[in-house]
């Protein structure tokens, strides 16, 4: 998987960064998006805030921003074409490979590994794979949606290694 990773802030290490890298790559694996791309930007309270009031409405901070790439037109190859010329399968897989962006708040993120009583690794790894899934199509309206998404997010953290302490 490709990320771009920007630290708005610069109080992120590139320790940390790697291990977000990294949990995102492992994360990528175990729902079979391996050959993705997408965007992480560490921001603050204050940038957080207007991210979420310009794409989401909401006026007010949040812990992350997750942004699904969906284009606004949708190329559709019948699946004959794509068996008959590999090439315009595998451009086709390339050119669909973004699948958006996440804005992660390192001011929220230390305030709720607080409050929650675990690391600040923990809770940046939790806000990275949140967001991940949520720009896979994972959501969290109904009760089925939320029990599927964060037992998810739980055995990918667990699976690699990132339990509440």
Request: net charge negative; proline share 2%.
């Amino acid at each position: 998987m490709y990320i771009e990773m920007v630290d708005e802030t610069g109080q992120v290490s590139q320790d940390m960064q790697e291990q977000i890298l990294d949990l995102l790559d492992f994360a990528a694996q175990k729902i079979g998006k391996e050959k993705k791309e997408m965007a992480v930007t560490f921001v603050d309270n204050k940038r957080v805030h207007e991210v979420n009031l310009e794409y989401r409405g909401i006026d007010r901070p949040t812990d992350v921003v997750s942004l699904e790439y969906n284009p606004e037109t949708e190329i559709i190859f019948d699946e004959e074409d794509l068996l008959d010329n590999p090439e315009l399968a595998e451009m086709m897989e390339d050119f669909d490979s973004y699948i958006g962006e996440l804005y992660i708040s390192i001011d929220k993120a230390r305030e709720q590994a607080e409050d929650y009583g675990h690391s600040f690794e923990r809770e940046m790894g939790f806000l990275a794979v949140h967001g991940f899934l949520h720009v896979n199509g994972y959501d969290h309206y109904t009760p089925e949606e939320e029990a599927e998404m964060f037992g998810l997010q739980e055995e990918i953290l667990t699976a690699y290694g990132l339990t509440r302490e």
